[in-house]
């Protein structure tokens, strides 16, 4: 199932790259030069290293 990048909450496991992150926190912000508000993603991998994914609004997630 695909989750647009603004529907990600916090408790999701996402895939990147075929493998699984858990998410914990995530934040939208302003509309900026390209004219698309960014999503700010931190979430963890299986082993508990934090990675941070900088995404547009629109950018489908494998969930």
């Given at each position: 199932m695909k989750k647009?990048?603004?529907e990600i909450k916090r408790g999701d496991?996402?895939?990147?790259a075929n493998q699984a992150y858990f998410?914990?926190?995530t934040e939208i912000s302003?509309?900026?030069?390209?004219?698309?508000?960014k999503v700010r993603i931190v979430?963890?991998?299986?082993?508990?290293e934090?990675?941070?994914l900088i995404?547009?609004?629109d950018y489908p997630f494998e969930t």
């Amino acid at each position: 199932m695909k989750k647009l990048a603004k529907e990600i909450k916090r408790g999701d496991i996402i895939k990147v790259a075929n493998q699984a992150y858990f998410v914990e926190e995530t934040e939208i912000s302003d509309i900026g030069k390209q004219g698309k508000r960014k999503v700010r993603i931190v979430a963890l991998t299986e082993r508990k290293e934090k990675i941070v994914l900088i995404r547009p609004e629109d950018y489908p997630f494998e969930t």
